[in-house]
């Protein structure tokens, strides 16, 4: 156990549902991430959040809204995904942004219909 | 451009046999190294961190190596078990405030 609790394991969603990924970290850590791993590619970083703020949005397509009302708590938001988002979600924290030690939840794997 | 890259893409060894996995990288300044595992359904987990002035670092029965010189690292798994399946992720830190860089991983399949 990483300290780092994502929920759902498992999603299957249609192109025009809403739904939400939710993220809780145990560990006290200021930053928070949202990365994408896809087969047979890096993982992709998303968003990052500091002290509840977000620092970081990597050209991520609006369809992902992500949310952190707390230092322990990270959303991502879904609604209209499309087919290629089907990929493992995965949500990580670390004491502080900058090159930190990441500990990973064991992630979200997503199916787009 | 920041690239990491690792070898073989995937390996499999029988049980008990030793193996090695590379990792060349091309960030620059570089800050350090960190070897993730990444059993299947879960997320990864740290093994261990080089920095510049490291060479050799141990973790059990891991090993990792830096060549900072050449931009090389590489993981030796000794003595292999079932449990050490899993995907090996390689990750370069560069200058602070900058992303990390991930490479593809190496898919290590052990069988008795």
Known sequence: ?113 | KNQVEQSPQSLIILEGKNCTLQCNYTVSPFSNLRWYKQDTGRGPVSLTIMTFSENTKSNGRYTATLDADTKQSSLHITASQLSDSASYICVVSGQAGTALIFGKGTTLSVSS
Do not use: I
């Not at chain 1, 970290?25 to 930053?31: D, E, M, R, S, V």
């Open chain 1, 1 to 113: 156990e990483t300290g780092v609790t994502q929920t759902p394991r498992h999603l299957v969603m249609g192109m025009t549902n809403k739904k939400s990924l939710k993220c809780e970290q145990h560990l006290g850590h200021n930053a928070m991430y949202w990365y994408k791993q896809s087969a047979k590619k890096p993982l992709e970083l998303m968003f990052v959040y500091s002290l509840e703020e977000r620092v970081e949005n990597n050209s991520v397509p609006s369809r992902f809204s992500p949310e952190c009302p707390n230092s322990s708590h990270l959303f991502l938001h879904l609604h209209t995904l499309q087919p290629e988002d089907s990929a493992l979600y995965l949500c990580a924290s670390s004491q502080d942004m900058g090159n930190e030690k990441l500990f990973f939840g064991s992630g979200t794997q997503l199916s787009v219909l």
